[in-house]
């Protein structure tokens, strides 16, 4: 499976097996989705956008996790979770990186 996020908002899960989409879009964001990224265990997403958010979502269920994480001042360029998933690093065009909890922001 992959993920990828959409001009339109949205982000959609790929079977990588048929190259279909799996599921309904996620929607949350409303603004071009530019950076999506999984957690080391695969059980969440993180999503970055031109809307200046970075928001997680569960993997499996496709639902947002808590409130989106507002800081940036222009849009978000990329997303990454930490290699033990307790922190999500974004970039933006504002020029700066911002390390968030995983869980809390």
Known sequence: MVVTGLANGEIIFWDTRTSAPMGDPLQGHIDSVTSVAF??????????????????????????EGDPFQGH?????SVAFSPDGERIVSGSFDKTVRVWNARTG
Do not use: C, L, Y
């Open 39 to 64: 957690s080391p265990d695969g059980e969440r997403i993180v999503s970055g956008s031109d809307d200046k958010t970075v928001k997680i979502w569960n993997a499996r269920t496709g639902t947002p």
């Open 73 to 77: 001042i222009h849009r978000v360029s």
